[in-house]
């Protein structure tokens, strides 16, 4: 607990996403004497925060709808009246999304940062008094000039004495660092906080609102653009990791060694530590790969292409991942997939989240379907229809429904879903997936029956007494018969 008096009375935030959400839920709860106003532009992402069945939260994450329940309504309210959140208050977040643009200058790299400079102009037009602006989206480096520019034609004279009139600004970067499915972990404890900028007040300002809860050694304070920078690098680096441990399974497969045994060895190295070492199908979500492309982008602007080439290698690596998955099942089934049941279990990027943007499951999917199976999706928490959505907007899957009708289905159901399965494949580790009854599933399969286990969770110990046979990543073909 800090000794200082926090003067901040009202925050409001901009984007009420996977972001913006938790982050603002979190800090009400940290901090009950600060109101926190959470806006967005959709009406009905609001409606859903407000919603009195907590289960119908925009966002899943764990221990989320608690906090919601414990604050909302007496410290934290979720509003559309974006104009009155930022006239009252002392500190604006910005959390609106940053996609990779798909159009114009910078296409499939550069960050699309429209939404980043309309919340700009809208606090500049709205905002009273002295408001510090966090960003709090990840964004290219020197977005905040962008931010400083725009706000720059709305501030009045700083010498002007008539307080209701005035207005002057500060812009501070605090990226995020929080994980989708332990976001709120991560923003109770989390390894580090980053507070980018010059203004000695309005860094000690924010400073002040985290040390309600974390420890000041865990607070750095850096410049502007170190701030934006070391967001892009730490995801970029853990993307890195994800696609450098996805090559060396690749090497197991064929050559005998265990992925576990050497992520084990390797990761025993303190220098290498041990996190982030699963091989997977690839990663997902929707930060790794914007991210990258973004660095990817910066790299070429300022003429590094070497640096830029390495970095795009990791996008390259991810890519090939999901393909090599997709082609050793097809392969498995001697290259034809119809009339094939293809059993999917997981669609989320990872587990305990309903997030499926990136998701390796999409594409492994289309490639699936694109080879003639049907696929069966099941997942504890991502919906038919935004499963629907992520496979029917996509080219390979209007190209298929011609020829072939229904080409996936949905199943909540996971007894009913194994019948008839010619294979199953596990795409995201969710926990329900680890103590599967296998001799019980057999039974209901068609043979040859088979099991592709993309996270290795499965110990092949479990498989020995049924006829299934099993692949898993980093270690290849376990029974084949
Ligand atoms: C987004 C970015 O993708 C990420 O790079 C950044 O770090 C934080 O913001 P996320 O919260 O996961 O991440 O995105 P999303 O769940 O799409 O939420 C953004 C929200 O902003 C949406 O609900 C959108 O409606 C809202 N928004 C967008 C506004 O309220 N105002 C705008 O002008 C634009
Ligand atoms: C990431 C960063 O971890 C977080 O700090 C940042 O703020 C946002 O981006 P997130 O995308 O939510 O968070 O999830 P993360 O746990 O990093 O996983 C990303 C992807 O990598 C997932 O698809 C996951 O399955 C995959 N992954 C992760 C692996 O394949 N192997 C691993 O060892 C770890």
Redesign the pocket.
């Known amino acids: 607990m800090n000794n200082k008096k926090i003067k901040v009375k009202n925050i409001c935030c901009?984007?009420?996403?996977?972001?913006?959400?938790p982050t603002m839920v979190v800090l009400a709860e940290k901090c009950p004497q600060i109101n926190v106003f959470v806006?967005?532009?959709?009406k009905k992402?609001i409606e859903r925060w407000n919603s009195k069945q907590f289960e119908n939260l925009p966002v899943y994450e764990p221990g989320l709808s608690d906090l919601v329940k414990k604050c909302r309504n007496k410290n934290l309210f979720f509003t559309t009246d974006i104009q009155n959140a930022i006239q009252n208050s002392d500190i604006v977040f910005i959390?609106?999304?940053?996609?990779t643009k798909t159009q114009g200058h910078g296409a499939g790299y550069a960050s699309d940062l429209k939404?980043v400079e309309?919340?700009a102009r809208i606090v500049g037009q709205f905002a009273k008094g002295h408001t510090i602006i966090v960003e709090?989206?990840?964004v290219p480096v020197r977005t905040a000039e962008l931010i400083q520019k725009i706000i720059n034609h709305y501030k009045t004279d700083e010498l002007l004495t008539d307080i209701n009139n005035k207005k002057t600004f500060s812009v501070l970067s605090s990226?995020?660092f929080l994980a989708e499915g332990t976001a709120i972990k991560d923003l109770e404890f989390p390894d580090r906080v980053l507070i980018g900028g010059d203004d000695n007040d309005a860094l000690d300002t924010l400073s002040l609102i985290y040390q309600e809860w974390i420890p000041i050694k865990k607070i750095f304070r850096t410049n502007l653009w170190s701030s934006e920078l070391s967001k892009l690098t730490a995801n970029a680096f853990l993307a890195q990791r994800i696609s450098s441990i996805n090559a060396i399974s690749s090497l197991c497969e064929p050559s005998g060694a265990d992925i576990k045994e050497v992520s084990k060895a390797i990761g025993a190295d303190s220098r290498i530590g041990g996190k982030f070492l699963q091989a997977g199908p690839g990663f997902g979500g929707?930060?790794f790969q914007?991210d990258l492309l973004n660095l990817i982008y910066l790299c070429r602007f300022y003429n590094l292409d070497s640096a830029a080439d390495y970095w795009e290698q990791v996008i390259k690596l991810n890519e090939w991942q999901k393909k090599r998955i997709s082609k050793i099942i097809i392969e498995a089934f001697f290259g034809t997939l119809s009339s094939k049941k293809i059993v999917l279990l997981g669609y989320s990027f990872k587990p305990n989240t309903n997030d499926i943007r990136e998701s390796p499951a999409i594409s492994i999917a289309l490639q699936l379907i694109e080879n003639g199976a049907t696929v069966f999706i099941h997942d504890p928490k991502v919906s038919e229809s935004q499963i629907r959505n992520s496979i029917e907007i996509e080219e390979t899957y209007q190209k298929t429904k011609n020829s072939i009708n229904d080409n996936w289905s949905y199943e909540k159901d996971l007894e009913k879903i194994v019948v008839d399965a010619d294979a199953i494949v596990i795409v995201t580790e969710w926990e329900e997936y680890f103590n599967l009854n296998w001799r019980g599933i057999n039974k209901l399969m068609r043979r040859p029956s088979w099991l592709f286990d993309t996270r290795g969770i499965v110990n092949a110990k479990e498989l020995e007494e049924t006829k299934i046979n099993f692949w898993q990543v980093g270690k290849g073909f376990l029974k084949k018969e």
């Open positions: 901009l984007g009420a996403g996977y972001v913006g959400g806006t967005d532009i959709d992402k959390s609106v999304n940053t996609p939404w309309s919340s709090k989206s990840t990226p995020e929707s930060c914007k």
